[in-house]
């Protein structure tokens, strides 16, 4: 009976020990498999690569493309703002020196029309050339030049012919002369910088108006000098959209080409020009190109300052491309990233016409070079990248 017991727990530990052995047995083989399917799927890659300066060599899987050679109607985005044309601005200037009798307007941004009366001026040297004119009438009348010579002051003083022939119809001086716009639109202190062309500009941070800066700066009982600009007029009917131009699109800009302006509060109000003027020079604070389209705002009645969003469609050119992403921008240089045994290395590349997805390759590729499709993600933010030659 003893021994039958002791046969029996040797069984089972034999059976036991069995199965722990075809466990270890079936776990190292699974490590193996996963250890060959892991080196089987890493590529290879020589140490000699692997040292190489990540600024002039770059390792990956990324997916390239080719250049390819087609005719490609170009159509250029710029955003801008609607601007005062300069030409329908004008000035109102004192003719003589005196003292503002009356003042007709009182605030900037005033809406005046051409022949409106702004101020009258009370004037001695005037009332000195009216006194004259009818001192000659009354001693002298048959001396028509003395008298052509006195009424010829008075008009270029600032007289009107109308106050001229009722000064010598009543025998009276007019104590005082009218000034009048020769002009029509909105009314801003002489002086002014571009930034204060529009009452958004007048605003402070707090988005309250500051009332100092809405005061026109002449005021009744003021003395004016001849000659001194009193006011400057802005015509809104009468405008551009400057449109700013970055430098990868400055060489396919020309006058004449159409563009597609669509103000960003009003989409459905889009409407399309001519590039009209392209300014030679950067203006103060900004590296981009301003070209100029002229309309006619009297109908579109766009806010002076409001942004807008231009297409310029330039000429179709003929050559190489390659897709936008794949150029970048190193400042002077651009360079694409060639595809190399075992990488990508930086390649410059010489460009030409660009559009909203594409670029054109003048030099520095043939039609067989594979270049990443994507070059910035190759870009390391931590080193420069070093171009080979």
């Given at each position: 009976?003893?021994?039958?017991?002791?046969?029996?727990?040797?069984?089972?530990?034999?059976?036991?020990?069995?199965?722990?052995?075809?466990?270890?047995?079936?776990?190292?083989?699974?490590?193996?498999?996963?250890?060959?399917?892991?080196?089987?799927?890493?590529?290879?890659?020589?140490?000699?690569?692997?040292?190489k300066p990540t600024n002039?060599?770059?390792?990956?899987?990324?997916?390239?493309?080719?250049?390819?050679?087609?005719?490609?109607?170009?159509?250029?985005?710029?955003?801008?703002?609607?601007?005062?044309?300069?030409?329908?601005?004008?000035?109102?200037?004192?003719?003589?020196?005196?003292?503002?009798?009356?003042?007709?307007?009182?605030?900037?941004?005033?809406?005046?029309?051409?022949?409106?009366?702004?101020?009258?001026?009370?004037?001695?040297?005037?009332?000195?050339?009216?006194?004259?004119?009818?001192?000659?009438?009354?001693n002298d009348a048959g001396?028509?030049?003395?008298?052509?010579?006195?009424?010829?002051?008075?008009?270029?003083?600032?007289?009107?012919?109308?106050?001229?022939?009722?000064?010598?119809?009543?025998?009276?001086?007019?104590?005082?002369?009218?000034?009048?716009?020769?002009?029509?639109?909105?009314?801003?202190?002489?002086?002014?910088?571009?930034?204060?062309?529009?009452?958004?500009?007048?605003?402070?941070?707090?988005?309250?108006?500051?009332?100092?800066?809405?005061?026109?700066?002449?005021?009744?009982?003021?003395?004016?000098?001849?000659?001194?600009?009193?006011?400057?007029?802005?015509n809104p009917s009468r405008?551009?959209?400057?449109?700013?131009?970055?430098?990868?699109?400055?060489?396919?800009?020309?006058?004449?080409?159409?563009?597609?302006?669509?103000?960003?509060?009003?989409?459905?109000?889009?409407?399309?020009?001519?590039?009209?003027?392209?300014?030679?020079?950067?203006?103060?604070?900004?590296?981009?190109?301003?070209?100029?389209?002229?309309?006619?705002?009297?109908?579109?009645?766009?806010?002076?300052?409001?942004?807008?969003?231009?297409?310029?469609?330039?000429?179709?050119?003929?050559?190489?491309?390659?897709?936008?992403?794949?150029?970048?921008?190193?400042?002077?240089?651009?360079?694409?990233?060639?595809?190399?045994?075992?990488?990508?290395?930086?390649?410059?590349?010489?460009?030409?016409?660009?559009?909203?997805?594409?670029?054109?390759?003048?030099?520095?590729?043939?039609?067989?070079?594979?270049?990443?499709?994507?070059?910035?993600?190759?870009?390391?933010?931590?080193?420069?990248?070093?171009?080979?030659?």
């Amino acid at each position: 009976m003893k021994l039958s017991f002791i046969k029996f727990i040797a069984s089972c530990f034999l059976l036991l020990l069995s199965a722990c052995k075809d466990d270890k047995k079936a776990e190292h083989t699974q490590h193996t498999n996963a250890d060959t399917m892991t080196n089987a799927a890493l590529p290879t890659v020589q140490l000699e690569t692997l040292l190489k300066p990540t600024n002039q060599f770059v390792i990956s899987t990324i997916p390239v493309t080719a250049i390819k050679k087609d005719q490609v109607v170009s159509e250029m985005n710029a955003v801008g703002t609607i601007e005062y044309d300069t030409k329908m601005i004008g000035n109102i200037s004192a003719r003589i020196n005196g003292r503002i009798e009356k003042l007709y307007v009182r605030y900037k941004y005033q809406f005046i029309k051409k022949g409106q009366k702004i101020m009258d001026i009370y004037s001695p040297e005037m009332l000195t050339a009216q006194e004259n004119l009818l001192f000659i009438l009354k001693n002298d009348a048959g001396n028509s030049s003395l008298i052509q010579a006195a009424k010829q002051k008075l008009l270029l003083l600032g007289m009107s012919a109308e106050q001229v022939q009722r000064t010598m119809q009543t025998g009276n001086s007019i104590l005082s002369v009218s000034v009048y716009s020769n002009f029509t639109g909105h009314l801003h202190n002489a002086g002014e910088s571009s930034a204060a062309m529009t009452p958004q500009a007048s605003s402070s941070s707090m988005g309250a108006i500051n009332p100092s800066t809405e005061l026109l700066n002449f005021k009744e009982g003021m003395y004016i000098q001849k000659g001194q600009t009193l006011f400057t007029i802005y015509n809104p009917s009468r405008a551009w959209a400057l449109l700013n131009v970055y430098s990868d699109g400055q060489s396919s800009i020309q006058k004449g080409q159409l563009v597609k302006i669509t103000p960003e509060t009003a989409p459905a109000r889009a409407f399309q020009g001519r590039i009209d003027f392209i300014e030679p020079f950067y203006r103060e604070g900004s590296r981009t190109t301003s070209a100029r389209v002229y309309f006619d705002n009297s109908s579109m009645r766009l806010p002076v300052g409001s942004q807008v969003r231009g297409s310029i469609f330039t000429n179709s050119t003929t050559g190489n491309w390659l897709p936008k992403e794949a150029v970048t921008s190193l400042g002077i240089d651009r360079i694409v990233f060639l595809k190399v045994a075992g990488g990508f290395k930086p390649k410059k590349v010489i460009t030409g016409a660009t559009n909203d997805k594409s670029i054109q390759i003048i030099s520095g590729l043939s039609a067989t070079d594979s270049v990443a499709i994507q070059a910035q993600y190759l870009m390391d933010s931590e080193s420069f990248i070093k171009v080979g030659q």
